[in-house]
């Protein structure tokens, strides 16, 4: 299960480095943005990822239980600001007023919606580890 969830990560990870790669290149970073997404949750969201993919691989390395249990707790705050953002982003994608320049319209649904659904596997398949079920 270790395993799985892992190959989850990485493929959550790869989606959200597309969204991540194309909101700093229509200027979602720069000061005066008219980004729906705060820098710091984006930014944190991308460090936590990072460094919670880096715990679980070595959680599969050494088989250490509680580095297993610290990187659920890590996904599940890393999910809270997914959910954040994902609230934020809708009304972008559906074209509220203010929203018409704002760098994460053009993200593309199918992107979004399989780093969603990868991402709620990767929780559930890591709690699933964690708990030594599977």
């Known amino acids: 299960m270790?395993?799985?969830a892992l190959v989850c990560w990485i493929i959550t990870a790869l989606g959200g480095f597309v969204?991540?790669?194309k909101?700093?290149?229509g200027g979602g970073a720069k000061a005066g943005t008219t980004s729906r997404l705060a820098a710091p949750i984006v930014f944190a969201h991308f460090l936590l990822a990072v460094a919670g993919l880096a715990l679980w691989i070595v959680y599969v390395a050494v088989d250490a239980a509680v580095l297993a249990w610290i990187a659920f707790a890590l996904l599940v705050v890393i999910a809270l600001a997914?959910?954040?953002m994902l609230a934020r982003w809708i009304?972008?994608?559906q074209?509220?007023?203010g929203t018409e320049d704002a760098p994460e319209k053009g993200f593309p649904v199918a992107v979004v919606g399989a780093h969603g659904v990868v991402a709620v596997v990767t929780v559930v398949t890591v709690l699933l580890s964690a708990a030594g079920i599977g």
């Open 2 to 4: 270790a395993i799985v």
């Open 19 to 21: 969204l991540l790669g």
């Open 23 to 25: 909101w700093i290149a």
């Open 82 to 84: 997914g959910f954040a």
């Open 91 to 93: 009304p972008a994608y």
């Open 95 to 97: 074209g509220a007023a």
